[in-house]
T-cell receptor, first 109, second 116 residues
Framework: GQSLEQPSEVTAVEGAIVQINCTYQ??????LSWYQQHDGGAPTFLSY????GLEETGRFSSFLSRSDSYGYLLLQELQMKDSASYFC??????????FGQGTELSVKP | GAGVSQSPSNKVTEKGKDVELRCDPI?????LYWYRQSLGQGLEFLIY????????KSGLPSDRFSAERTGGSVSTLTIQRTQQEDSAVYLC??????????????FGPGTRLTVT
């Protein structure tokens, strides 16, 4: 089977850095994706790691360690608009995504 | 260009009725996915299409659920004899390729289904 674990909630202040961890167990694995979802909105793609290491996209970075079945999303210079739910997702054979339960990030002033 | 569109945006139906949910993917996207999201939960995979074929139907919760895709474009998800536990937001996504290329998916706004 496949399962992903991530914290349910994280709180941080504006301007800070926050890391959202994700551990996974899967029988087929192509890579780890991260999606952002604002309340009532559609999920939007943030980042993808197929290989070990760090991928940087502006204020957001994502890391993957395949040997540890672990990844994280790093958000820097937090802004109020970053308050949202963040989902890690494993890309499986066939292209489907298996999502974690999501981490609700609250950014405080 | 246009993104993924879904209709209706909201659907309220009585228990036992059938419903059809529609998805229009981004033009040219060969892969199409259906997910379900209950309140405060993650996305649950339902079914995946590559072209008009559905290589993976493993997420359909019961035989009351079915889906088809025609012309490599529009897809319809049908739920027969709806039950209250079917209440959720049904999300459709498309991507330019299946297999490993499906990691970047573009989601529609969803259909919020409420079964009374």
């Amino acid at each position: 089977g496949q399962s992903l674990e991530q914290p349910s909630e994280v709180t941080a202040v504006e301007g800070a850095i926050v890391q959202i961890n994700c551990t996974y167990q899967t029988s087929g694995f192509y890579g780890l994706s991260w999606y952002q979802q604002h309340d009532g909105g559609a999920p939007t793609f943030l980042s993808y790691n197929a290989l070990d290491g760090l991928e940087e996209t502006g204020r957001f970075s994502s890391f993957l360690s395949r040997s540890d079945s672990y990844g994280y999303l790093l958000l820097q210079e937090l802004q109020m608009k970053d308050s949202a739910s963040y989902f890690c997702a494993v890309s499986s054979p066939g292209g489907k995504l298996i999502f974690g339960q999501g981490t609700e990030l609250s950014v405080k002033p | 260009g246009a993104g993924v569109s879904q209709s209706p945006s909201n659907k309220v139906t009585e228990k036992g009725k059938d419903v059809e949910l529609r998805c229009d993917p981004i033009s040219g996207h060969t892969a199409l996915y259906w997910y379900r999201q209950s309140l405060g939960q993650g996305l649950e995979f339902l079914i995946y299409f590559q072209g008009n074929s559905a290589p993976d139907k493993s997420g359909l919760p019961s035989d009351r659920f079915s889906a088809e895709r025609t012309g490599g474009s529009v897809s319809t998800l049908t739920i027969q004899r709806t039950q209250q536990e079917d209440s959720a937001v049904y999300l459709c996504a498309s991507s330019s390729g299946g297999q490993a290329g499906g990691y970047e998916q573009y989601f529609g706004p969803g259909t919020r289904l409420t079964v009374t």
